[in-house]
């Protein structure tokens, strides 16, 4: 139906529908270049557009106003398949809208597809009867870990935001490799419930968006108490957030560093310095729990994914992908016994960060990463504690942490900053984010058209 200037413009902005139509069309011509998303939804999108414009005309507009989004795909929309990644799920259908999907579209959302995921949220790879999202940088390698798709969508502006999930890192992990923000709220701080998930001790649902500010507006429409999700909490109000002024910035000197790409722990380190000039001091701390934190959640989250497909691999064990499948079948190594001593090993890393952000810092700095992003060939089961072990410790201890843009390596590859905060700081570490993209244009940065960066001669960030 053709419609009328006014219609389909007010206060000189285009309509929510034209948006979406933009948006949608920009999936389409992309979808065999990176093969972000896997189920468009132009219906759902399309309609929840023109209710959005509606509420426009009213002079009534909503707090996300037609932001379009894309969600991984193990994030419920009602009516719309939801695979997981799996062969398993290829055909399943939500009834229902998750909790976080029903808040944002109530924002005002635009729900426009279903982001590509690795199987089950449980690997590096793509299930072999899917196609494998590729990193917008280099298509030669992967966008990052299970919420890949979610992030190479913002990458690619095929949407301004998206969801993942992030269990060990699936948020931070695809937005650094990406060259995109992705915030890991606090555990229990935004709803699961209408999630597939993958570790139900370990799971939170993350927004991912160009800048912070845009993680932040998405963030303010996530979060909330949610009855129906044993694990949700109940979250302080944004007013007690502390001033962001003189924060006490804590640097390891262990851990995050052993292994580092020196050019990635260059560029981590120019962007402390900015940081710093900000009217910040540096605080050098030491994490000696660091090391059993990664080890116990590397065990816990086997323990806890075995326990969600047991019967599916004792039934259908050819149906899984030889990495899943041979991840899975590490959690049956471990007793009763040695799962309750992780839950023990969780609590005693929970009160030892708690201890730390209480006496030496407010934010610890580090890393994303301490790797470039594998290529497609190496996204092996023998890749993965390289991509995930700066993310794990501070999933294993419930925390917030967000990785934002800071830089590139001389073959043009994205470098992600990890700033991490005690709980209920998710408000904090984005603010700290908005101002250092304030001073920088990183997250700005857009992929070359194809997909093969140029290597330069200086590093990105001078």
Not at 104 to 127: D, N, P
């Amino acid at each position: 139906m053709t419609q009328t200037a006014p219609e389909r413009r007010v206060a000189d902005k285009p309509s929510a529908r034209e948006t979406a139509e933009a948006c949608l069309q920009r999936i389409r011509d992309r979808a065999e270049a990176t093969h972000a998303v896997l189920t468009p939804t132009p219906d759902l999108a399309l309609a929840d557009a023109d209710w959005v414009d509606e509420a426009r005309r009213r002079g009534e507009p909503l707090p996300l106003d037609g932001f379009p989004i894309v969600l991984k795909d193990n994030i419920d929309v009602a009516g719309v398949r939801s695979t997981c990644g799996a062969k398993f799920f290829a055909d399943r259908v939500a009834e229902r809208d998750a909790t976080v999907v029903a808040r944002l579209r109530a924002a005002g959302a635009l729900v426009l597809g279903k982001a590509q995921t690795t199987e089950f949220m449980f690997s590096l790879a793509a299930h072999p009867m899917y196609p494998s999202c590729v990193n917008p940088w280099d298509r030669s390698r992967i966008a990052g870990a299970s919420s890949s798709g979610s992030a190479c969508a913002v990458a690619d502006d095929q949407v301004p935001g998206a969801l993942g999930t992030d269990t060990g890192g699936s948020v931070r992990i695809p937005a650094a490799f990406c060259g995109v923000t992705g915030l890991r709220p606090t555990f229990g701080a935004v709803s699961t419930h209408g999630v597939f998930p993958l570790a139900r001790s370990l799971d939170v649902v993350g927004p991912i968006a160009r800048s912070a500010r845009e993680v932040g507006r998405l963030f303010d429409a996530m979060v909330g108490y949610d009855p129906e999700d044993s694990r949700s909490v109940r979250v302080p109000p944004a007013g007690g957030q502390r001033p962001l002024r003189d924060l006490r910035i804590g640097v390891p000197s262990d851990f995050f560093y052993d292994d580092c790409d020196p050019e990635i722990a260059a560029a981590v380190e120019h962007a402390i310095a900015t940081i710093e000039g900000q009217g910040h001091r540096l605080v050098p701390i030491a994490l000696p729990g660091a090391h059993e934190a990664h080890a116990g959640f590397t065990q816990l989250i086997r323990a806890e994914a075995l326990s969600q497909h047991r019967e599916r691999l004792e039934s259908r064990p050819e149906d899984f992908g030889p990495t899943v499948r041979e991840r899975l079948e590490l959690g049956r190594e471990l007793s009763g016994a040695d799962v309750a001593e992780l839950v023990e090993r969780l609590h005693r890393w929970r009160r030892d960060l708690a201890v730390l952000f209480t006496e030496q810092a407010d934010v610890v700095l580090t890393p994303t990463t301490q790797c470039v992003p594998p290529l497609l060939e190496d996204a092996t089961l023998g890749r993965l504690p390289d991509v995930t072990r700066l993310t794990y410790p501070w999933s294993f201890g419930h925390l917030p942490a967000l990785s934002v843009p800071c830089g590139f390596t001389g073959a043009g590859l994205p470098v992600g900053l990890q700033i991490a905060g005690p709980r209920h700081s998710d408000r904090l570490l984005i603010a700290l984010a908005e101002g250092y993209q304030d001073q920088t244009d990183f997250h700005t940065r857009r992929p070359p058209p194809g997909g093969r960066p140029a290597p330069e001669d200086d590093h990105a960030w001078n």
